[in-house]
């Protein structure tokens, strides 16, 4: 497990993190893009190789790095790079909150063991990361950034992209569903909710379903005995 502490957190924001990045994605042009990092102007800009001729530029607030040398996670508010990091510090106050080690420990090391190639492992380490990073902050896309030698450079992103609806959720939702593994769809649903300013109200006391609600559409979506979501059931 990457960053064992942290794993709770990017699941509870797992739904609302995988449709802000699909939303990414559309706005740069999907995963053909070149991006341009500028720490002291705290930007990114991506730029589609379909149609470079439009770069979209970004606020982008880097929160950590995971690095295979020295095999470590370092938040960027312990890092001397001149950076910005004001929202990493919100994120390590926010962790001092819940009581979350890693997130308020300046340098954390890797796990002693760890399954599968390295960079894999670092990959995936880092989408935790964002995902608790979202889950604390409220903020999201992000942008996992490979750099050199191995590491990731993990932000979180100003993008100009619309609030997220649920009329728009209704369309992805069976998708990321059956894409993002969830330990608990109930919580990461209802978290979505909140994540995303929409209302939700449990259809009966068992939690078989909920009502997600916005002024664009509402919908109901049920669940098995498993918690398991089996169905959305909309309204525009």
Known sequence: MSFADLAPLADRAALYSALRQEALLDAIGGNAHRWDADLTAGTITF???????HPVVVGAHLIATIAPEPRTLRWAWAQPNGADATVATQLRDAGAAVQNVTLT?????????????????IAQAAHTVAGAAVELTGRAPYFSAPVEGGTRAVFLLDAPLP?????????????????????DPRTALWNLARLAGWNLQWTDEAFTGAIISDATASATVRFDENARITGIEATV
């Open 163 to 183: 609030n997220l609806s649920v009329a728009d959720a209704i369309t992805a939702l069976p998708r990321v569903i059956a894409s993002v593994p969830l330990s």
């Open 105 to 121: 420990t300046a340098e954390v090391p890797f796990p002693e063991s760890i399954e599968g190639e390295l960079d894999d492992w």
């Open 47 to 53: 730029t589609p190789h379909a149609t470079p001729e």
